[in-house]
């Protein structure tokens, strides 16, 4: 009876660090996006939470991949399976063979022409007939419930796993934007080079990713400062494995170089906002969305460069998805944003 009863339309967030994809206005999957082959027989073994299980632990029979990098794909392959995975899990609980009849996907607004057709053509080999695509900060602004097709001018500032992408949208349209391949991954990047040359202590990604969730801080000054979190590595003189604890402060020192760049892209949109829409923005204030926003004191850091109140959203991991969402539910309102 479901097969019948429930659409196969679906809304895919298909980010760097993590996939979405909605179904009925339900968000039906929500795992990090990476898939695990079996090296030897070139056969996908595990897609999402269980490959991220065995990420950074595997033998040589086992490779995992992360197919997205700065937000777009950058292994065809491994991206057609993952996507495959994910929506098996999305439809095959539901009583559904693999197959959609339309897909909304969410790209950066920096895509090229080819990573379109990579995004498109991954979506057509899993069964899509009908693939529209919306660019993050849009989908972002539609989450958050902002009215896009008003001549009022709203900025909003995207951080998520890749790439950190500041738009200005006003009347549908995308006025000015800045595009950063600073985000999520390069805050862990500059956590694992610290600890290897401040402590002599190897770690990996998820152990980073951690320690930038426990205690990661953009400001020296917390309000309500973290306890600090202890960290297990191996030591790179002895070799043998040790715990040391790290604070918030260090991790602020750690991180303020590519929060600064992040600053630099506001500021420089900001400046090349027209000044009408630039009174609107200082009536508004700025939208923070997606996994930075998480980021403890990034809000207060970006308030004091700008001079702007700073609006983190509710749920700032799932705007983007929940505008994809919104898009797709009315496709005809939202012609203008959405790509073929």
Same mark, same amino acid.
């Given at each position: 009876?479901?097969?019948?009863?429930?659409?196969?339309?679906?809304?895919?967030?298909?980010?760097?660090?993590?996939?979405?994809?909605?179904?009925?206005?339900?968000?039906?999957?929500?795992?990090?996006?990476?898939?695990?082959?079996?090296?030897?027989?070139?056969?996908?073994?595990?897609?999402?939470?269980?490959?991220?299980?065995?990420?950074?632990?595997?033998?040589?029979?086992?490779?995992?991949?992360?197919?997205?990098?700065?937000?777009?794909?950058?292994?065809?392959?491994?991206?057609?399976?993952?996507?495959?995975?994910?929506?098996?899990?999305?439809?095959?609980?539901?009583?559904?063979?693999?197959?959609?009849?339309?897909?909304?996907? =969410?790209?950066?607004?920096?895509?090229?022409?080819?990573?379109?057709?990579?995004?498109?053509?991954?979506?057509?080999?899993?069964?899509?007939?009908?693939?529209?695509?919306?660019?993050?900060?849009?989908?972002?602004?539609?989450?958050?419930?902002?009215?896009?097709?008003?001549?009022?001018?709203?900025?909003?500032?995207?951080?998520?796993?890749?790439?950190?992408?500041?738009?200005?949208?006003?009347?549908?349209?995308?006025? =000015?934007?800045?595009?950063?391949?600073?985000?999520?991954?390069?805050?862990?990047?500059?956590?694992?080079?610290?600890?290897?040359?401040?402590?002599?202590?190897?770690?990996?990604?998820? &152990?980073?990713?951690?320690?930038?969730?426990?205690?990661?801080?953009?400001?020296?000054?917390?309000?309500?400062?973290?306890?600090?979190?202890?960290?297990?590595?191996?030591?790179?003189? &002895?070799?043998?494995?040790?715990?040391?604890?790290?604070?918030?402060?260090?991790?602020?020192?750690?991180?303020?170089?590519?929060?600064? *760049?992040?600053?630099?892209?506001?500021?420089?949109?900001?400046?090349? =906002?027209?000044?009408?829409?630039?009174?609107?923005?200082?009536?508004?204030?700025?939208?923070?969305?997606?996994?930075?926003?998480?980021?403890?004191?990034?809000?207060?850091?970006?308030?004091?460069?700008?001079?702007?109140?700073?609006?983190?959203?509710?749920?700032?991991?799932?705007?983007?998805?929940?505008? &994809?969402? *919104?898009?797709?539910?009315?496709?005809? *309102?939202?012609?203008?944003?959405?790509?073929?």
């Amino acid at each position: 009876m479901k097969l019948f009863n429930l659409s196969r339309d679906f809304a895919v967030d298909l980010g760097t660090a993590n996939t979405l994809i909605m179904h009925e206005d339900k968000i039906v999957v929500n795992e990090p996006s990476i898939v695990a082959f079996d090296v030897f027989k070139n056969k996908v073994i595990a897609v999402g939470f269980e490959a991220m299980n065995m990420h950074e632990k595997t033998h040589q029979n086992i490779k995992t991949v992360k197919p997205l990098r700065d937000g777009v794909i950058a292994d065809y392959h491994a991206a057609e399976e993952m996507i495959k995975g994910m929506l098996s899990k999305a439809l095959i609980k539901q009583g559904f063979g693999i197959g959609a009849k339309r897909f909304v996907i =969410c790209i950066p607004y920096a895509t090229t022409e080819v990573e379109k057709r990579a995004v498109r053509d991954s979506a057509q080999h899993v069964g899509a007939t009908e693939v529209y695509m919306i660019h993050e900060p849009i989908a972002a602004a539609l989450g958050i419930g902002l009215d896009i097709t008003a001549p009022t001018g709203w900025m909003v500032v995207d951080i998520g796993g890749g790439t950190t992408e500041i738009v200005v949208i006003s009347l549908s349209g995308v006025v =000015c934007n800045q595009s950063v391949k600073i985000a999520g991954n390069a805050f862990d990047l500059d956590i694992i080079d610290y600890m290897r040359r401040q402590h002599n202590l190897m770690i990996g990604e998820r &152990t980073a990713e951690k320690i930038k969730v426990e205690v990661g801080s953009a400001v020296h000054d917390l309000d309500n400062p973290p306890q600090p979190y202890r960290v297990l590595g191996r030591d790179l003189i &002895t070799g043998i494995p040790k715990a040391i604890n790290i604070g918030h402060e260090e991790i602020a020192t750690v991180l303020d170089k590519n929060v600064s *760049k992040i600053e630099e892209a506001v500021l420089k949109a900001l400046e090349e =906002c027209p000044p009408e829409l630039s009174a609107d923005i200082y009536e508004n204030g700025i939208y923070l969305t997606g996994g930075g926003a998480y980021l403890r004191g990034l809000d207060k850091r970006l308030s004091k460069a700008t001079q702007l109140k700073i609006n983190i959203a509710a749920e700032p991991l799932l705007a983007v998805m929940r505008g &994809t969402g *919104k898009a797709l539910k009315d496709l005809p *309102k939202f012609r203008e944003v959405l790509m073929r």
